[in-house]
């Protein structure tokens, strides 16, 4: 798939310094995430439905805490999945952990919200294993339901696993059921899913902050966020 309109449209300076940008910000909070002592039980209590948290791969509950701490504030408790731990598990097993923190919270109507991988983990969990229907929908941020063209030349598994040919993803891919009940967010630029992150059938939102990790910790992206939670299931 080749580069949308608005991409090719970047001149090759911008991106590269949204690039470094990018991993300046995943930089520091990879490092905060690490040194961080919040506990995540500060975080379920609250009176409006109830958010799931799933980070992207390499990635620990706390590298969202900027969004995190706005969906709490907006007076959602919000869950993580600890035993995800930095979440390099293959996307069904990842998935598996997912519905049983459901199934043992007792959540009802839940709104996962997940960046990059995690997108590909909620909407497994969401096809496959929510029997009850305990998923009410999803938001994800910079998610590569398509894939990525770069997870080819990826050495880890997990992260080849990205690959616009894997089965997993072409299967996923062509199950268009529940697109309407996700939501997917993403900037002008992604330098890791260039194929971009659109998704058919869903609610497509671009905001006008470029970057894979960055868009997290943009205010916007948490307004947008909360503005998705408030609406009717």
């Not at 408790?77 to 731990?85: A, E, K, M, S, Y």
């Not at 997912?98 to 590909?120: D, F, P, T, Y």
């Not at 059921?177 to 194929?195: C, K």
């Not at 998704?199 to 894979?212: D, Q, R, S």
Request: aromatic residues 8%; charged residues 15%; proline residues 8%.
């Amino acid at each position: 798939m080749s580069e949308t309109g608005t991409t090719a449209r970047i001149s090759p300076l911008q991106k590269a310094v949204w690039w470094a940008q990018d991993y300046v910000y995943a930089g520091i909070w990879q490092v905060r995430g690490f040194l961080s002592r919040v506990q995540p039980g500060s975080f379920r209590d609250g009176s409006r439905p109830p958010v799931l948290i799933i980070p992207g791969v390499y990635e620990n509950w706390q590298f969202m805490m900027p969004l995190i701490q706005a969906i709490h504030d907006a007076g959602h408790p919000v869950h993580v999945v600890t035993v995800l731990q930095r979440n390099k598990l293959r996307v069904p097993e990842a998935a598996k952990l997912v519905a049983q923190h459901l199934e043992e919270a007792g959540l009802r109507n839940a709104i996962l919200v997940a960046h990059s991988k995690g997108g590909l983990i909620g909407k497994y969990a969401m096809l496959s294993l929510d029997p009850e229907h305990r998923i009410d929908r999803m938001i994800a941020v910079c998610a590569p339901f398509s894939g990525s063209r770069y997870a080819r030349y990826m050495l880890l598994p997990s992260l080849r696993i990205f690959s616009p040919r894997n089965p997993l993803t072409l299967q996923m891919s062509r199950e268009l059921a529940i697109n309407s009940r996700i939501t997917s967010i993403y900037g002008p630029f992604d330098p890791h899913i260039p194929e971009g992150s659109v998704l058919p059938g869903a609610t497509n939102i671009e905001l006008p902050v470029a970057g894979h990790f960055r868009i997290l910790g943009d205010s916007g992206t948490a307004r947008i966020i909360v503005e998705q939670l408030s609406l009717p299931a």
